[in-house]
């Protein structure tokens, strides 16, 4: 069976050994159910209490103000609607124009609720700027949702300098971390996060599990009913081998180290590619995580260069995961101010600390050979 070259990391990310064998035990041996008070679900419990800790100290949090989910969409849904229920005097929400859809589309649902949602806009290159969040803080403002990481574009976002802001005007701050989390560094104190989401497969922990850290004297309620878990936040058996997994892929990061590797093979691949007549870069190049690369090539179609790479056994992204089956346009690529059809020729490629300069070089050659071959069928520029 030939190897797979897996460039799709913002996507999913392959398990680590370790993390898989921390996890084992409590599908086999130590799978009793963390709420129940005998001496197995006491193990069980253990275990999720041991890993609450080692989140929370990985963010500078307190444990008691983490809390587990399902993954980063429940946590965002949490964030948003658990404030809302919190606090119903306030009735304004604002956002960025490139958030992941389960903070927009949550943020969409608030506005059939009456809700009135802010959605400010990036500049070319991505960014927001703080003082446009400023300016439409209004006196009913709930909280302040902007990504730490688009998942998209790689994009970084000023969250230290918007979060100050919030504080300053007695707003709440969430940030969905999904794409940053033991990537960047996170310190929910000196950058006044007051809500953060994050997801464990993104971080080569296993799907189905991720956390949000809510800090000490904000109210939430629940948005699932139950049995009262998770403090009160969040009812449901608690997946405690995903947790210890999780856990473990937090302890195993070392983001300093992997930003510095990962960084150099994909400066190598992205000014490559950037040879290539009619590529482009989408996007920031400074203000970009470490292992992100999205491109466009005129004239080409990013499906038919995904298919084409696909068959050669390169696995990439024509956009983020979780919309990558719709038809339409990126949005995040409209707002920094592509048209329709240079966001149709775009691809999303994102590194991991496995990915080697031997891989890159394949990946580079199918892709010059795929875009010309597509630019040849289709009758267009000419390399």
Same mark, same amino acid.
């Given at each position: 069976?030939?190897?797979?070259?897996?460039?799709?990391?913002?996507?999913?990310?392959?398990?680590?050994?370790?993390?898989?064998?921390?996890?084992?035990?409590?599908? +086999?041996?130590?799978?009793? $159910?963390?709420?129940?008070?005998?001496?197995?679900?006491?193990?069980?419990?253990?275990?999720?209490?041991?890993?609450?800790?080692?989140?929370?100290?990985?963010? $500078?949090?307190?444990?008691?103000?983490?809390?587990? +989910?399902?993954?980063?969409?429940?946590?965002?849904?949490?964030?948003?609607?658990?404030?809302?229920?919190?606090?119903?005097?306030?009735?304004?929400?604002?956002?960025?124009?490139?958030?992941?859809?389960?903070?927009?589309?949550?943020?969409?649902?608030?506005?059939?609720?009456?809700?009135?949602?802010?959605?400010?806009?990036?500049?070319?290159?991505?960014?927001?700027?703080?003082?446009?969040?400023?300016?439409?803080?209004?006196?009913?403002?709930?909280?302040?949702?902007?990504?730490?990481?688009?998942?998209?574009?790689?994009?970084?976002?000023?969250?230290?300098?918007?979060?100050?802001?919030?504080?300053?005007?007695?707003?709440?701050?969430?940030?969905?971390?999904?794409?940053?989390?033991?990537?960047?560094?996170?310190?929910?104190?000196?950058?006044?996060?007051?809500?953060?989401?994050?997801?464990?497969?993104?971080?080569?922990?296993?799907?189905?599990?991720?956390?949000?850290?809510?800090? $000490?004297?904000?109210?939430?309620?629940?948005?699932?009913?139950?049995?009262?878990?998770?403090?009160?936040?969040?009812?449901?058996?608690?997946?405690?081998?995903?947790?210890?997994?999780?856990?473990?892929?937090?302890?195993?990061?070392?983001?300093?180290?992997?930003?510095?590797?990962?960084?150099?093979?994909?400066?190598?691949?992205?000014?490559?590619?950037?040879?290539?007549?009619?590529?482009?870069?989408?996007?920031?190049?400074?203000?970009?995580?470490?292992?992100?690369?999205?491109?466009?090539?005129?004239?080409?179609?990013?499906?038919?260069?995904?298919?084409?790479?696909?068959?050669?056994?390169?696995?990439?992204?024509?956009?983020?995961?979780?919309?990558?089956?719709?038809?339409?346009?990126?949005?995040?690529?409209?707002?920094?101010?592509?048209?329709?059809?240079?966001?149709?020729?775009?691809?999303?490629?994102?590194?991991?600390?496995? $990915? +080697?300069?031997?891989?890159?070089?394949? +990946?580079?050659?199918?892709?010059?050979?795929?875009?010309?071959?597509?630019?040849?069928?289709?009758?267009?520029?000419?390399?």
């Amino acid at each position: 069976m030939r190897k797979v070259i897996y460039l799709d990391n913002a996507a999913t990310t392959k398990v680590d050994k370790d993390v898989l064998k921390a996890m084992l035990p409590y599908f +086999t041996e130590k799978y009793g $159910n963390a709420s129940s008070l005998h001496s197995e679900g006491q193990k069980a419990k253990k275990a999720m209490e041991d890993s609450r800790m080692v989140i929370a100290e990985s963010i $500078n949090a307190k444990p008691e103000e983490i809390t587990f +989910t399902s993954g980063g969409t429940e946590s965002d849904n949490l964030a948003i609607k658990g404030l809302a229920l919190a606090y119903p005097e306030k009735r304004h929400i604002i956002t960025s124009e490139i958030e992941h859809p389960a903070v927009l589309e949550t943020c969409e649902e608030m506005q059939k609720q009456g809700y009135k949602v802010s959605y400010i806009g990036v500049d070319k290159e991505g960014i927001i700027n703080p003082n446009d969040i400023e300016k439409a803080i209004q006196h009913d403002t709930l909280v302040v949702s902007v990504m730490h990481v688009n998942n998209e574009v790689g994009a970084i976002q000023p969250i230290e300098n918007i979060a100050a802001l919030c504080r300053k005007h007695n707003v709440f701050f969430h940030t969905d971390a999904v794409q940053s989390l033991s990537k960047l560094e996170i310190d929910v104190k000196k950058q006044n996060i007051d809500l953060l989401s994050a997801s464990a497969h993104k971080i080569n922990g296993p799907k189905g599990v991720g956390f949000l850290y809510v800090r $000490n004297g904000i109210k939430i309620k629940p948005i699932i009913n139950g049995g009262g878990h998770e403090f009160g936040k969040r009812s449901g058996t608690e997946n405690v081998a995903g947790i210890v997994g999780m856990a473990k892929a937090v302890e195993l990061a070392n983001a300093v180290k992997n930003q510095k590797s990962i960084k150099k093979i994909r400066d190598a691949l992205l000014n490559n590619i950037l040879r290539i007549k009619g590529a482009r870069l989408n996007g920031s190049r400074e203000k970009r995580i470490y292992n992100n690369i999205n491109v466009s090539f005129d004239g080409i179609e990013g499906e038919s260069l995904l298919m084409l790479l696909d068959k050669a056994g390169i696995a990439v992204s024509t956009g983020s995961a979780c919309s990558s089956q719709k038809l339409e346009p990126s949005h995040v690529l409209k707002a920094i101010g592509l048209s329709d059809m240079e966001s149709h020729g775009s691809i999303r490629i994102t590194l991991s600390n496995e $990915n +080697t300069q031997d891989e890159m070089s394949c +990946t580079l050659n199918n892709i010059k050979h795929s875009v010309e071959r597509l630019r040849e069928i289709s009758g267009s520029i000419k390399i």
